[in-house]
């Protein structure tokens, strides 16, 4: 007996010994660092904006006006292509513009964002853009939560990103029986001569005024000097705000919890007019005279747990009301050619339904493209102008029932 109460004292003595040990790890990790450049330094770089044709390597929004194309590549500029013949553009040049998201043309001008700043570039010769304005700090809302704003000079802004490897000790004191759990690092990570954007856009035009939405403003300039937009003012909207689609006389502007819509009968002085409201999920819109076709779905950035096609009664346009809801996979974008609505599906594809018996939208499906992974749509005069994570597809809708594949710019990486 004295041999084994000698041997639980020898136990337990060693396990509060081994309990106390301290021990000492390195570890690595590969994370995404971002890197910072102040506005300053960028705007010294405006002569070196304009190069040769650069490959795709990935798509944000896409913009028609005439007979060309223009692809936002994120954060870095946009890609204009030649498209008077939609089954062969033609790169004409990339427009290198730091901190780019959106686009929209008037008249032969290009206002694109650059970080904070308002670009206007002339497009006389589209294979040769040319800078002739910038408005400084109008979009700067976006970027004073997270950086002191001591000054146009002194606004850094996130540049890009370098993978980098960092090590790190960590010294601890382990317990018996408990399981180690490792630390985990997130990454940074209406009238008028104009264009046409997708029901994705940020950027609009109407009646010779430019409406930009960020996350929570509507900012608004003049535009009747096309070389030169004049800011007016910005409009608080709230938290979500996603896309904006003219309509007439009106703004129809999706967020996550619902869908604005604002008079602009007088342009310089939106009015808003009412509020939808659903679920909290990412929503953009598209219109017609008598129905808002509007996409919620999941999604990292908006949240919610929907993945819906919703149509809406806006023939009163002081009260939208629902009327009914389809189930989709993973809506995204969508495009109204007459009676016909495309609607991109993410990774899930591209389908086409026909549209004017709203209430039986589910039974009357006419094409789907499961392998076409897709974001937004363009009804353009010339083609139907589909863009997705592997490229820009260009199709033939004559037949809007049938589609006909014209041409497709794939990314660098997915050739």
């Not at 506005?39 to 990935?58: F, G, W």
């Not at 009664?313 to 495009?335: A, C, E, F, Q, W």
């Not at 499961?370 to 033939?396: F, H, M, R, W």
């Amino acid at each position: 007996m004295k041999f084994l109460k000698n041997a639980w004292l020898f136990l337990l003595a060693a396990l509060l010994f081994y309990g106390c040990d301290k021990v000492t790890t390195e570890r690595t990790y590969a994370v995404r660092l971002p890197t910072f450049v102040s506005m300053s330094t960028l705007r010294l770089q405006a002569e070196q904006m304009v190069v040769l044709p650069q490959p795709l390597e990935s798509t944000g929004k896409i913009y028609v006006y005439g007979d060309y194309l223009f692809i936002n590549e994120p954060m870095k500029g946009i890609h204009i292509y030649n498209n008077a013949d939609p089954k062969s553009p033609v790169p004409l040049t990339f427009l290198k513009v730091p901190g780019n998201v959106d686009m929209a043309i008037n008249a032969g001008m290009l206002y694109v964002d650059s970080y904070v700043d308002l670009l206007t570039f002339d497009l006389a010769d589209p294979a040769k853009p040319t800078l002739v304005h910038r408005n400084e700090d109008v979009f700067v809302s976006l970027y004073q939560r997270d950086y002191t704003n001591a000054g146009s000079d002194k606004l850094m802004v996130v540049s890009g990103y370098r993978d980098t490897v960092i090590s790190a000790s960590d010294e601890r004191i382990y317990k018996p029986y408990i399981k180690e759990v490792d630390l985990v690092y997130d990454n940074v990570n209406a009238g008028g001569n104009y264009g046409q954007g997708g029901s994705m856009a940020r950027f609009t035009l109407s009646m010779e005024h430019l409406y930009a939405v960020d996350h929570y403003k509507l900012h608004l300039f003049q535009v009747s000097d096309k070389r030169k937009p004049a800011y007016i003012k910005d409009i608080e909207l709230g938290w979500g705000i996603e896309t904006i689609f003219p309509y007439k006389d009106h703004l129809f502007i999706g967020s996550n919890t619902g869908m604005f819509i604002y008079d602009v009968t007088t342009p310089g002085e939106p009015e808003q007019v009412s509020r939808y409201q659903h679920m909290r999920a990412c929503d953009p819109v598209v219109v017609n005279d008598d129905y808002a076709f509007v996409t919620l779905r999941t999604g990292v950035a908006c949240g919610g747990a929907q993945n819906v096609l919703e149509v809406v009664d806006i023939k009163d346009l002081t009260n939208p009301r629902l009327v009914k809801s389809y189930p989709m996979k993973n809506p995204h974008g969508l495009g109204l050619a007459d009676d016909v609505l495309y609607l991109c599906e993410g990774a899930f594809g591209f389908k086409s339904f026909r549209v004017s018996d709203v209430h039986n939208v589910a039974n009357n499906a006419l094409e789907s493209f499961e392998n076409l992974v897709s974001t937004d749509v363009i009804v353009a005069p010339k083609s139907l102008v589909v863009i997705g994570e592997n490229g820009v597809s260009q199709y033939d809708y004559t037949d809007k029932a049938q589609l006909k594949l014209l041409s497709k710019i794939q990314l660098a990486k997915s050739k």
